[in-house]
């Protein structure tokens, strides 16, 4: 595809429950970023991923997040034990490179809603 | 905390205005700056980006404007239409190898 994209698109989910969000960066794009958006705010900055270097995870907010990507291809996050707080836009981007002057290319998002 | 605010969180223009969407950020070691367009259901969307040791660029219909000294961006949009309206971000850099940190947006508006 032209640009990133992300699934699922919705994602409702109880509280407790393991939920599982997927990205396909654009293609030759080595850095990928996971964001978080709350209901009208900004993006907060979760993990980020480079190459095959070690992922900066300095952003996420708690041990029950996480997230893997296989080389430089699809990334999954990872909420385990979602809390009603986990409420929020997921927005996934890739660039060619991290760094300054690099544009990022940012998915659809998932909204996810924990009940 | 967030390092970038913006000073008005809605802005309302009449179609064919000129609408000027600000930003204060509180970082002085941020040398890069990106504002980006986010459109109701769709992930932002990149409008256009400046160094620190620039103080203008222009695009197409957009001026973004730093101001080092007093740490302060703008956007600029010449003869806003109705398909501008959407949220503004704007977002800095702390240099390379350190995440974008973005404000909390702008709401622009933009009426027939």
């Known amino acids: 595809g032209a640009g990133v994209s992300q699934s699922p698109s919705n994602k409702v989910t109880e509280k407790g429950k393991d939920v599982e969000l997927r990205c396909d960066p654009i293609?030759?794009?080595?850095?990928l970023y996971w964001y978080r958006q709350r209901l009208g705010q900004g993006l907060e900055f979760l993990i980020y991923?480079?190459?095959?270097?070690?992922?900066?995870k300095s952003g996420l907010p708690s041990d029950r997040f996480s997230a893997e990507r296989t080389g430089e291809s699809v990334s999954t996050l990872t909420i385990q034990r979602t809390q009603q707080e986990d409420s929020a836009v997921y927005l996934c981007?890739?660039?060619?490179?991290?760094?300054?002057?690099?544009?990022?290319?940012f998915g659809p998002g998932t909204r996810l809603t924990v009940l | 905390g967030e390092s970038v605010g913006l000073h008005l969180p809605t802005l309302s223009v009449q179609e064919g205005d000129n609408s000027i969407i600000n930003c204060a950020y509180s970082?002085?070691?941020?040398?890069?700056f990106i504002w980006y367009k986010q459109e109701s259901g769709k992930g932002p969307q990149f409008i256009i980006d400046?160094?620190?040791?620039?103080d203008k660029r222009q695009g197409q219909r957009v001026t973004v404007l730093l101001n080092k000294t007093v740490k302060h961006l703008s956007l600029q949009i010449a003869a806003t239409q109705p398909g501008d309206s959407a949220v503004y971000f704007c977002?800095?850099?702390?240099?390379?190898?350190?995440?974008?940190?973005f404000g909390k947006g702008t709401t622009l508006s933009v009426s027939s």
């Open positions: 400046i160094r620190s040791n620039m």
């Open positions: 977002a800095e850099n702390m240099g390379a190898g350190t995440a974008l940190i």
């Open positions: 991923f480079q190459g095959n270097s070690a992922p900066d």
């Open positions: 981007a890739s660039s060619l490179e991290r760094g300054r002057g690099n544009e990022q290319f």
């Open positions: 970082n002085s070691a941020s040398d890069y």
């Open positions: 293609s030759g794009h080595t850095a």
